[in-house]
Nanobody, 118 residues
Framework: QVHLVESGGGLVQAGGSLRLSCTASGSSASFNKLGWYRQVPNKAREWVATITIRGDTDYAESVKGRFTIWRDGAGNTAILQMNSLKPEDTADYYC????????????WGQGTPVIVSS
């Protein structure tokens, strides 16, 4: 059974930095894509960043230039470095994983809160 374990959320002042980590396990196949989404109450979950097994990355426009994603630990850990944080980055951040070729994530973490104070 696939498990995604997230860590690194917390409270930070605007302009500060946080690093989120997600370790994926339980799949006999490699995780084709790992990524991060975020959600605030009463709004749809929105995509933040993705990294493929080849190391290709993609970012939402709202975080480009501020967030960086990479894979570590034999490729099963996805790290999201968040710099120059803004109050509008406040959300619950969810790790997402895809084993197959689906465009949408197949597995989700439980979420970690990020709160950016102004």
């Amino acid at each position: 059974q696939v498990h995604l374990v997230e860590s690194g959320g917390g409270l930070v002042q605007a302009g500060g930095s946080l690093r989120l980590s997600c370790t994926a396990s339980g799949s006999s196949a490699s995780f084709n894509k790992l990524g991060w989404y975020r959600q605030v109450p009463n709004k749809a979950r929105e995509w933040v960043a993705t990294i493929t097994i080849r190391g290709d990355t993609d970012y939402a426009e709202s975080v480009k230039g501020r967030f960086t994603i990479w894979r570590d630990g034999a490729g099963n850990t996805a790290i999201l470095q968040m710099n120059s944080l803004k109050p509008e980055d406040t959300a619950d951040y969810y790790c997402a994983a895809t084993v197959g070729l689906s465009a949408n994530p197949e597995y989700w973490g439980q979420g970690t809160p990020v709160i950016v104070s102004s």
